[in-house]
């Protein structure tokens, strides 16, 4: 079982000077991975890569393995064969360059808005450190709305307002991939849709590669570059969509004839998966 503590889902940050952040390269080579106690092969010799800068969603059936790959890419779980590679480098472990956000925000009840976003700093280099990054911090509550919070407890933020701290929390690191396995999936539609938009915005201005596990076809098309459209257990790609729209996108974007279309299109292929698994809902 991947073991998904705190402290392991924050990768270590960099010294303070060291934020400039660039997209980072991502291949993925004949990878394999089966869960040995249970005898359960989740992952079937995958390869992809995905290009520095590129915002890419993968979307399938639940329990294909999505979340099985975004660990492995992630360093969190070794794949039974096959490799990972972040910037040409084997990954072998959690690494600085990355950051991790998950379904819930996870913020340390007893700590504020502020002093959550500096924890992966207080965790490697002591409270001298994140005390001298305190104005970095601060600056990501300011992108993200939140600066007149950053000194309110977890019990008095909203739902969306709790996921950007733990947006901030992430990118305090300057990570140069972030990885996202369906960090809004607990949200009412309409503040989903606005963490959609502010998810995309961050991401353009901190020029990060970002993965994204979704099962809302919608998101996937309205912030993705590329949608790999997974199949049922052990997961295969059954097409890699191009998402040809402009950007910055819009709630409006998701209106237009070709995005419908697109959406079509994505559930047409995950009901023909599910169908040739046998577990059609229809």
Request: aromatic share 4%; glycine share 8%.
């Amino acid at each position: 079982m991947v073991n998904r503590d705190f402290d392991r889902a924050i990768p270590l940050a960099p010294s303070p000077g060291e934020r400039e952040v660039q997209g980072g390269d991502i291949s993925i080579e004949g990878l394999s991975h089966t869960f040995e106690s249970r005898d359960l092969r989740v992952i079937d010799n995958l390869s992809l890569h995905i290009a520095p800068g590129s915002f890419v969603s993968f979307i399938g059936p639940s329990g294909c393995g999505k979340s099985t790959l975004l660990d492995i890419i992630g360093g969190l779980l070794r794949p039974t064969a096959g490799v990972v590679k972040r910037n040409g480098e084997l990954v072998s472990g959690p690494s600085e360059d990355m950051g991790m956000m998950f379904q819930t925000p996870a913020l340390l009840p007893w700590r504020t808005a502020v002093d959550n976003v500096l924890l992966p700093l207080e965790i490697r280099d002591g409270k001298e450190s994140a005390a001298e990054a305190r104005p970095f911090a601060m600056e990501l509550l300011e992108m993200t709305d939140l600066a007149d919070f950053a000194t309110v407890y977890p019990h008095e933020l909203s739902g969306g307002m709790a996921q950007r701290v733990a947006i901030c929390r992430m990118l305090v690191t300057s990570p140069q991939i972030l990885l996202l396995d369906e960090p809004f999936g607990a949200l009412d539609e309409l503040t989903r849709d606005r963490m959609d938009l502010e998810l995309q915005r961050i991401c353009a201005n901190q020029d990060a590669t970002a993965v994204l596990i979704t099962h809302a076809i919608a998101e996937a098309a309205l912030l993705s570059d590329q949608v790999y459209v997974l199949g049922p257990r052990p997961t295969r790609v059954m097409e890699c969509i191009d998402i040809p729209f402009e950007r910055p996108r819009t709630l409006e974007t998701a209106t237009s004839l070709e995005f419908t279309e697109m959406v079509r299109h994505i559930r047409r292929l995950l009901d023909e998966g599910e169908a040739q698994s046998g577990n059609s809902l229809q």
